[in-house]
């Protein structure tokens, strides 16, 4: 089956710093790319859209500025939370699109988790 | 309002009994997806249905999603420790492909 990477998998950093997350399909091709936010006992939160080699389209609330997307290829896209906060600890999970005709057209990451101190 | 609730919470069973966790919107859903996490994992892709009265079974598990299109159930036959975790349900509710998701169902297995 598909699959999607992430790295890295957790990561600890100081308050006001800037972390850098991949994902990457490694065996197909994904023009577009999800980033989701999960909290605690709390469901998935779409923030973002990412498109291959166009801009990003961020849902409402989330902040573009401080959560910067770049789908450089069709294979990766990278979110970058500059500046982290406290309130930026969260669990981020990317998805990969992949038309296969058979449904299951979105293939998940498995997760990076952030804690900012 | 959460677009898609998911019912129970949480659920405790006995190994070998059946359960059912239930996911209900109040709009079309254009596509329903099933998805099991471990607890700060990723999703893993259970079953996705499309048509309204769609059935699908995969080993133990079955997916339905009623004629109206708006509610879905998964059914778990006879159930084991390996079943444990957290079962999510993701929809298709605008037909843009952005997926919205229920805050999920912890089930924890007893053997």
């Known amino acids: 089956g598909a699959v999607v990477s992430q790295h890295p998998s957790w990561v600890i950093c100081k308050s006001g710093t800037s972390v850098k997350i991949e994902c990457r399909s490694l065996?197909?091709?994904?023009?577009?790319m999800f980033w989701y936010r999960q909290f605690p006992k709390q469901s998935l939160m779409l923030m973002a859209t990412?498109?291959?080699?166009?801009?990003?389209?961020?849902e409402q609330g989330v902040e573009k500025d401080k959560f910067l997307i770049n789908h450089a290829s069709l294979t990766l896209s990278t979110l970058t939370v500059t500046s982290a906060h406290p309130e930026d600890s969260s669990f981020y999970i990317c998805s990969a699109d992949r038309t296969s005709g058979k449904g299951e057209t979105q293939y998940f990451g498995p997760g990076t988790r952030l804690l900012v101190l | 309002s959460q677009e898609l609730e998911q019912s129970p919470q949480s659920l405790i069973v006995q190994e070998g009994k059946n359960l059912t966790i239930n996911c209900t919107s109040s709009?079309?859903?254009?596509?329903l997806y099933w998805y099991k996490q471990k607890y700060g994992e990723g999703l893993i892709f259970l079953m996705m249905?499309?048509?309204?009265?769609e059935e699908k079974s995969h080993e133990k598990i079955t997916a339905k999603l009623d004629e109206k299109k708006q509610q879905s159930s998964l059914h778990i036959t006879a159930s084991q420790p390996s079943h444990a975790g957290i079962y999510l349900c993701g929809a298709d509710i605008g037909s843009n492909y952005k997926l919205t998701f229920g805050k999920g169902t912890l089930l924890t297995v007893n053997p």
């Open positions: 065996d197909f091709q994904a023009t577009t």
């Open positions: 709009k079309t859903l254009y596509g």
């Open positions: 249905l499309q048509k309204g009265g």
């Open positions: 990412s498109n291959e080699g166009s801009k990003a389209t961020y």
